[in-house]
């Protein structure tokens, strides 16, 4: 079973940053894609960001050139630096990984955490 140790969410004024990282602990084979999705209240889960083994990038055009995603393979660990925050940002924010864990290819997700941008 995967456990994922997210951090670095809370509360943050407009304009503020924050950094989120998430690393997943587990018999991990190998890991293809790492990111960070979010969900707003009453809305549905939306790709944020994402980045492959390889460090090739994908960023949803609503937080680029504001939020820069990196990760670290030989820890698991996918960070999601947020800067220039706006209040539309707020949102549960979900690690996401796609790869081999535990034997098994598939979609695996953290619990979320908490972004809040509020003045």
């Known amino acids: 079973q995967v456990q994922f140790v997210e951090s670095g969410g809370g509360l943050v004024q407009p304009g503020g940053s924050l950094r989120l990282s998430c690393a997943a602990t587990?018999?991990?084979?190998?890991?293809?894609?790492m990111g960070w999705y979010r969900q707003a209240p009453g809305k549905q889960r939306e790709l944020v960001a994402d980045?492959?083994?390889?460090?090739?990038?994908n960023v949803v055009d609503s937080v680029k050139g504001r939020f820069t995603i990196s990760r670290d393979n030989a820890k698991n660990t996918v960070y999601l630096q947020m800067n220039s925050l706006k209040p539309e940002d707020t949102a549960v924010y979900l690690c996401?990984?796609?790869?081999?864990?535990?034997?098994?290819?598939?979609?695996?997700w953290g619990q979320g955490t908490e972004v809040t941008v509020s003045s």
């Open positions: 980045i492959t083994s390889g460090g090739r990038t």
């Open positions: 587990a018999s991990i084979f190998s890991i293809y894609t």
């Open positions: 996401h990984i796609y790869g081999v864990i535990t034997g098994r290819l598939g979609d695996y």
